[in-house]
């Protein structure tokens, strides 16, 4: 055994430092793989761990044997490495670079440990082991390289109904059209050409929020005008072919209503049959407003409709009692449906059981008088409730974007959850019958017609954030008026829109229903859409990430501590895992269609939640109460007078009053100390999928790691690793698919037949919202908000940006 003697040299003590650092490694990742290892979780960690220890303990004495065992543990990484992973690059990194960059170190010290004779072996082994790194690098590039296939010929050409190809020189509603399928038959932007694009025009909105910013707003033009609304819900009239500014008008929405973010998501355009377009209000915009109004005013001038409720607002707060600020906002456009403006609402998530009723009403578009109100529990009524009742509280509500079907007067509904999302048992009958459903409501009688529901006794917060499209579905049959509907658990599922029924098969599939809080409400059974999904495989230890070997070693432990049976885990007072969590699959920014390609476009995200159900007393302990508590006011005027916020992440502390239980929500299951996630990458991606059949045509990772890193440094490295998204895309006739919505902060155009990306530009703010696309004066443009997003981590800002090819450019 080799006894110590004090280094000698630069290289001696170097080498002292290094035997220490793998030491340490090396205890870390014994004492947690004996941990992993009692769990039931892989041995690796625990022997590797001890060889380093032996390593490092020689190489502090200066013995080559200490080399010659870290090359042993490093060639066990190796192979154990490409025995779980395979060639799949992300996996590989916490795997393998840290060890890498040791394993250098460590042949960099045999000058030292050998003499005279290390150093053409030190020089031999660099060289060598850098080339053996080079070759694997390429070997696993080429590994990792998007699989695409081309959407097959008999797609083509089969659905190019005429009547859901209504988008061209303008974009008229949110979705593009009523029918949503954001499609756009303009060809003068292509995909030879799409690299020419430049910025044509831009406009600030000068509406910047200090706290919880995210405007996600899409445009509407008609005519010559683009219509918007910022992120306070003001409204702008821009000219389309220069952006400069032709009215704006102020609803004067107050901070204290802002719920998780400031979203107006879009605004709604109609033009009154019959008028003469000089009158006031022949043609008008309608908003829904953070604060719960409805407000109409002259697509002309910007002035409010006087004939609309008063002077051009109308409270939907009416027959809710007095909501807090906050409580009870309108994020989303509203849909016009027969003269009919229907719409939901967001009921601020997580505060309370008995929050404010998720009631469905529309409103007359030329007097803003109520015409129905669907509140579920009370059926037998369809307008305001009598003097000194409320519609019922905690009923679901709808938040997200409506779809309208004018020809058969439906208006296709897709609803949240109730009140308290992770607690079922206090439920009532026509909660669980309507929650996380698709609603197809009759805006004659205010009634459904028919509908269907995605997840039985939701409390996994999967209610329904995708606009549903319209779109013409083939079948033995011919072609059936259909509804395409994205889930946020990644299933689709298509509908005859007229009668509801399925037009592709569905298994109700057994699911967990032992463990967790709540024994014997879980449903034995879920739906499973046997058309398309983007659900991934349940998750497994080895799918855990990180940084370093260590702390994906610790998210193994967190893995393997945390309750998982997989898809539908019933929640519990451990930590569970949620998979997909609460943003999807898709959420609010739904899928693109092209019809006459007939092929869907759906960006997706894949990551988990790790959440737990935390007692009452410990919540009240932790500080967690509603927006309506006087202690959470205290809290907020305490921080207020320090300089700061208590404003929280949607979902991360939910207080829940009201159920024996709060919920904390690790959103995408972070590791603390570097806030780098514990699912591998990717963590979302984009997928074209054949509309006939539901077959994948190509997948592949939307986002790129430059503005990602670990302690949220930027890497600016531009390698698709596949970010969380919020935001849609947008399909054209010229071949191109056009995207924001990733956490890298650009806006990009992808090849609808391979998946490529074939143009990009850097945005400066947050993509978190859908782009559209127009013509004026013989030119098209592409135009995107970037508002940043504050849960997404993305830059703030007021930027609305106009892509266009350099003028005589076609």
Not at 253 to 270: F, L
Not at 287 to 298: C, P, Q, S
Not at 687 to 710: C, E, H, Q, V
Request: contains cysteine; proline residues 7%.
């Amino acid at each position: 055994m080799p006894r110590w003697t004090t280094p000698t040299g630069l290289g001696g003590w170097l080498t002292l430092l290094l035997g220490l650092l793998i030491s340490l490694i090396g205890a870390i990742l014994a004492f947690g793989g004996a941990q992993l290892a009692a769990l039931g979780g892989s041995w690796y960690y625990l022997i590797v761990g001890l060889l380093l220890i032996a390593s490092g303990v020689l190489l502090v004495l200066r013995d080559v044997r200490g080399a010659w065992i870290y090359g042993g543990a490093f060639l066990f990484t190796l192979v154990w490495a490409l025995w779980e992973k395979g060639l799949d690059g992300w996996a590989l990194v916490p795997r393998l670079i840290g060890p890498l960059v040791l394993m250098f170190l460590v042949l960099a010290s045999l000058p030292v440990l050998m003499g005279r004779g290390g150093k053409r072996l030190a020089g031999g082994g660099a060289l060598g082991l850098a080339v053996l790194t080079v070759v694997f690098g390429f070997a696993v590039a080429q590994a990792n390289r998007a699989q695409i296939a081309s959407p097959t010929p008999g797609a083509r050409g089969a659905y190019n109904d005429p009547a859901l190809l209504k988008t061209g020189a303008d974009w008229p509603a949110w979705g593009g059209t009523d029918s949503a399928q954001r499609y756009s038959p303009l060809t003068q932007i292509n995909k030879d050409n799409v690299g020419r694009l430049e910025r044509a025009w831009t406009f600030r909105t000068g509406d910047l929020p200090e706290e919880r910013w995210g405007a996600e707003t899409t445009p509407l033009k008609i005519g010559d005008t683009v219509y918007l609304c910022s992120a306070r819900n003001k409204l702008f009239a821009l000219d389309a072919a220069t952006g400069r500014q032709k009215w704006a008008y102020d609803p004067q929405v107050a901070d204290e209503n802002i719920p998780y973010t400031a979203a107006c998501r879009g605004v709604t355009y109609h033009a009154r049959a019959g008028a003469d377009a000089a009158e006031p209000c022949a043609t008008k915009i309608v908003e829904g407003t953070l604060d719960g109004r409805i407000i109409a005013v002259d697509a002309r001038t910007g002035r409010p409709c006087p004939a609309f409720g008063q002077n051009g607002a109308v409270d939907i707060k009416r027959g809710m009692g007095e909501p807090y600020p906050g409580m009870v906002s309108i994020t989303s456009a509203p849909v016009i449906v027969r003269g009919v403006i229907v719409t939901g609402h967001q009921v601020l998530d997580g505060q309370k059981r008995w929050n404010a009723s998720g009631v469905i009403q529309g409103f007359d578009v030329e007097t803003g008088e109520l015409r129905f109100a669907w509140d579920m529990m009370r059926p037998d009524r369809n307008g305001l409730p009598p003097e000194g009742e409320t519609y019922t509280p905690g009923t679901p509500n709808m938040w997200t974007t409506a779809t309208g079907d004018e020809a058969l007067g439906l208006v296709y509904l897709p609803m949240g959850n109730s009140s308290a999302d992770y607690w079922s048992s206090s439920r009532r009958p026509a909660e669980n019958e309507y929650s996380t459903a698709l609603v197809a409501l009759d805006v004659t009688t205010g009634k459904p017609r028919w509908h269907f529901q995605t997840v039985h006794k939701d409390v996994w917060d999967f209610d329904l954030g995708s606009q549903a499209t319209l779109i013409d579905f083939p079948t033995g049959g011919g072609v059936v008026p259909a509804l395409l509907l994205p889930t946020k658990q990644g299933d689709m599922y298509v509908f005859n829109r007229a009668t509801g029924q399925l037009l592709h098969g569905v298994e109700e599939r057994p699911v967990p229903t032992t463990g967790g809080t709540e024994q014997g409400q879980r449903s034995p059974t879920q739906p499973f859409s046997l058309f398309a999904t983007l659900r991934k495989p349940n998750l497994e230890e080895r799918d855990m990430w990180g940084m370093s070997p260590i702390d994906q070693m610790f998210c193994r432990i967190n893995f393997r501590k945390a309750d998982y049976q997989g898809y539908y885990t019933p929640p519990s007072t451990n930590h569970y895992i949620n998979y997909p969590g609460y943003n999807g699959g898709s959420d609010w920014g739904g899928v693109a269609v092209d019809p006459v390609r007939g092929v869907i476009i759906a960006n997706y995200n894949d990551m988990p939640n790790y959440n737990r159900l935390v007692p009452r007393e410990e919540a009240n302990e932790r500080g967690w109460f509603p927006r309506d508590d006087p202690r959470y006011i205290a809290q907020q005027q305490q921080a207020s007078v320090r300089g700061g916020s208590l404003s929280k992440g949607e979902g991360a502390g939910d207080p829940q009053i009201g159920v024996p239980y709060a919920i904390d929500v690790n959103a995408g299951w972070r590791v603390k100390w570097t806030g780098l996630l514990c699912k591998e990458p990717p963590y979302g991606g984009i997928t074209a999928i054949d509309m006939r059949s539901g077959k994948t045509l190509w997948d592949r990772p939307f986002g790129t790691a430059r503005k990602n890193g670990p302690w949220g440094i930027p890497s600016h490295l531009p390698l698709e690793i596949g970010t969380p998204n919020n935001g849609g895309s947008v399909v054209t006739a010229g071949g191109l698919i056009f995207i924001a919505a990733a956490t890298d902060d650009l806006i990009r155009a992808i090849d609808i037949e391979t998946g490529e990306t074939v143009w990009s530009d850097v945005l400066p703010a947050g993509g978190q919202a859908n782009p559209m696309i127009y013509e004026q004066n013989g030119r098209q443009y592409l135009v995107i908000m970037a508002g940043g997003h504050h849960f997404m981590e993305t830059p703030k800002g007021d930027y609305v940006i106009a892509y266009a090819l350099p003028e005589g450019i076609a």
